[in-house]
Structure formats: C-alpha cells, structure tokens
C-alpha cells in the first residue's frame, strides 16, 4: 500500500527537479493488483513489473517502497527509503546540489 500512496508525490516531485529526470516505477505486485490499483491506474509514470528477487537478491533492497538515482551511465548516484515526500526530497535535491556544486567547480 506505502507503494501506491507515494505514486502521486513522485508525479508532483519530477517536474519541479531542474534537470531531466526520466522515471521508472518497478513494482513486485502481481498484475492482478496492479490492475486493481487506482493509483497505478492513473499515473504518468512508466511502471514495469518485475520479480521480488530482482530488488531483493540483485539490488538488495529489504523495504518498499525503495528509491534508487540512477545517472546516465548506469552509476547509482543516491538511495534510500521513499516513504513519503521528504524522502524523495532529500535522495533528488541531495543530488541535486552535488552535482550543481561539481559542475561549478570545475567550470
């Protein structure tokens, strides 16, 4: 259920993030549940469906919902726990920050 109740933070947090931000929402959940969901019903995010071993075994992750930041060279550049809006706050605009900060520097 926290799965489906962050699905509308995440929509209003995306666009607000100043640099391109392409999403991907992975859920374990069985079609059946995904169907029935209002909240995977009506997002505009991509949503995949995969294995509980893939975030499990692959990614190591023991709680959802689960946040990963992922640059464009595949590099996992923040994570943690997206339990609500203040989390993804803090994984994209933490970020967010360092990479402003870096290209500053090295400018």
Not at 17 to 42: G, H, K, N, Y
Not at 43 to 67: E, G, K, N
Request: with cysteine.
């Amino acid at each position: 259920m926290s799965c489906q109740n962050v699905l509308p933070v995440l929509e209003r947090l995306v666009p607000k993030v100043e640099r391109p931000l392409r999403t991907l929402v992975v859920t374990s959940a069985e079609p059946v549940q995904i169907a029935a969901s209002d909240a995977f019903m009506t997002t505009s995010l991509d949503i995949a469906r995969a294995s509980y071993d893939v975030s499990s075994r692959l990614y190591r992750t023991r709680v959802t919902p689960f946040a990963y930041l992922i640059d464009s060279e595949g590099r996992i550049r923040a994570k943690g726990i997206a339990t609500d809006e203040s989390a993804l706050r803090k994984i994209v605009y933490g970020v967010e920050r360092n990479i402003i900060k870096v290209e500053a520097t090295t400018s």
